[in-house]
């Protein structure tokens, strides 16, 4: 059977402007489409397997760790798949793959609803990227990441057939784990809060449910086309509190008590972050090691200034600082610092760029403190400045590298600190993605993380679902080619593309504007 040409874009502006996402990668793609529907979707999937294509799937691309790029057919469908269907009263939501955690949020706002998991990229993360990557944010401490928040999921697999996987359907036909094999996972996966390394046959293991094999999968599996969201009412009374620490020690030693205390967030900010968006850091004093922002939802204002106020006492002895708001209004100054991040590593000059490589790491809480002191020891070594924040409730820990790109051993020096950092996951039985993926960036480090019995497994079940590899070729099983640190969007290797995208990526890069249509950056300037 002849399957029609689907439209692909090959113009090299476009295919440029599709040439890089949030991460670190610069590679340029033989084409480009941008599916509409469903019926278009599975044309390109049928014409994709009768003539050996292969597929990359792409939401907004904000994705860090290089999911949403490479070198095949980019399958744009963030232009399509905008439609959202509310079950108010089941306190549930359709939404297209192309609407946003904001779209859904500001939906059920007035219903007095919300999607709890909430990503930082949440103004332009997908539907379809948040289930693709299992994704998470601060609220995870007390909500989980997006798996637990999914209903249902329609999709298009690589046979090119539309179907929907709900909560509770049972495993399918495709892929089973024996009683050994089911062990085997329970005695490999990584004992932290968050996981979001590789397929996860943990959570399959236990619920039995082929929904939990899709989400978090990265396109490698289907195209996720609809999302059916789980919602929960939003808490009446909100209070919080920030606790500045002078000794590592003592801040991580106050995690897992705040943690007791069921807190909606607990925040970190290390001393390489206000070190960097000084002065602005308000009224922190100097010599802090690190800070952690603390949120608690109640439902009763006096029960949220209760748990404040348990936590200040119970900390008295440790913290050097504390700043405590007792409303919305003052919570959001509270955090200010935090929001002061962004704007600080886009005011950095072409020398010194951002770079995610080690971006992602989550540990066991107990651990924290050791992954933290191992990441500034690591920078140290290899003379590469960073910054350390993230979500210390869940142990986990958002890294960017800031070397000098102008340096001569700068790309040895970062490949170093890649190394370690993976050496120094696996040494704290930690996981490389707490949420964002393994993309192409980490795929490579999963057999070191599981071992090669288990990568076996993620070969089958790669296998049962696309048995010609050609849904995201390299994410997470790795290319046999697997260079992390090739292709980089940075750099005199960097690949060439017209100076006025170039220029254009890099504006969407500093000021987080992935929302735009990647086919408008390719529009010449009047």
């Known amino acids: 059977m002849t399957h029609p040409q689907p439209h692909l874009l090959t113009d090299l502006r476009i295919r440029a402007a599709y040439a890089e996402g949030a991460g670190i990668y610069r590679i340029i793609p033989a084409a480009v489409a941008v599916p509409r529907g469903v019926e278009e979707l599975q044309g390109l999937v049928h014409w994709a397997a009768a003539t050996g294509s292969r597929l990359v799937p792409r939401g907004s691309g904000s994705g860090m760790p290089g999911g949403s790029v490479g070198r095949d057919v980019v399958v744009d469908l963030s232009q399509g798949f905008h439609w959202m269907a509310p079950a108010w009263p089941q306190r ?46 601060p609220r995870t401490v007390r909500c989980g990441s997006v798996r637990g928040w999914v209903e249902a999921i329609e999709i298009v697999d690589a046979q090119g057939e539309a179907r929907r996987i709900e909560r509770g359907a049972g495993s399918g036909e495709r892929f089973r784990l024996s009683s050994d094999q089911q062990r085997l996972v329970a005695a490999r996966f990584p004992k932290t809060r968050k996981n979001s ?97 603390i949120e608690f939802e109640r439902e009763t204002a006096a029960a949220a200034r209760g748990v404040v106020g348990d936590a200040v006492r119970g900390l008295r002895a440790s913290a050097a600082h504390v700043a405590t708001a007792v409303d919305r209004s003052g919570l959001d100054q509270l955090w200010a610092v935090r929001r002061l991040a962004s704007p600080a590593l886009a005011r950095l000059p072409e020398t010194r760029r951002s770079l995610q490589v080690v971006e992602d790491g989550c540990v066991p809480l107990e651990r924290l403190g050791d992954y933290v002191a191992g990441i500034r020891g690591a920078a140290d070594r290899h003379a590469i400045q960073v910054t350390i924040f993230g979500h210390a409730g869940d142990g986990h820990v958002h890294v960017n590298a800031l070397p000098d790109v102008t340096g001569a051993a700068w790309r040895d020096e970062l490949a170093g600190l890649f190394e370690d950092a993976a050496d120094l996951l696996r ?100």
Not at 98 to 118: C, I, K, N, Q, Y
Not at 205 to 221: K, M, Q, V
Not at 455 to 471: E, I, Q, T, V
């Open 92 to 137: 549930t939501l359709w939404a297209g793959a192309s609407v946003t955690w904001a779209e859904v949020t500001d939906a059920a706002r007035p219903f007095g609803l919300r999607l709890p998991p909430d990503p930082s990229s949440g103004a332009f993360a997908t539907s379809g990227g948040m289930v693709a990557t299992n994704a998470a944010g």
């Open 197 to 293: 390394a590789g397929y996860a046959l943990d959570r399959f293991a236990a619920s039995g449910d082929e929904l939990d094999l899709l989400i978090g999968s990265e396109g490698t599996l289907a195209f996720v086309t609809a999302v059916e969201w789980q919602l929960e009412p939003i808490p009446p009374d909100v209070a919080g509190v920030a606790l500045g620490f002078r000794t590592l020690e003592e801040l991580t030693e106050a995690v897992p008590f705040l943690v007791a205390l069921n807190p909606s967030a607990v925040e970190l900010l290390d001393r390489t972050l206000l070190d960097l968006v000084r002065p602005g850091a308000g009224d922190l004093p100097a010599g802090l090691e690190g800070v952690l922002l």
């Open 427 to 526: 040494e704290l039985r930690g996981t490389p993605s707490g949420e964002h993926g393994v993309g192409r960036l980490r795929a490579g480090l999963l057999e070191r993380l599981y071992g090669p019995e288990v990568m076996r497994l993620f070969d089958a079940l790669k296998r049962a679902y696309d048995p010609r590899s050609l849904l995201n070729p390299g994410v997470i099983i790795p290319a046999a080619d697997w260079a992390p640190l090739a292709e980089l969007k940075v750099g005199a290797a960097a690949a060439a593309i017209p100076d006025d995208i170039a220029a254009r990526l890099r504006e969407v890069e500093r000021t987080a504007g992935w929302a735009i249509p990647k086919v408008d950056l390719a529009t010449p300037s009047p």
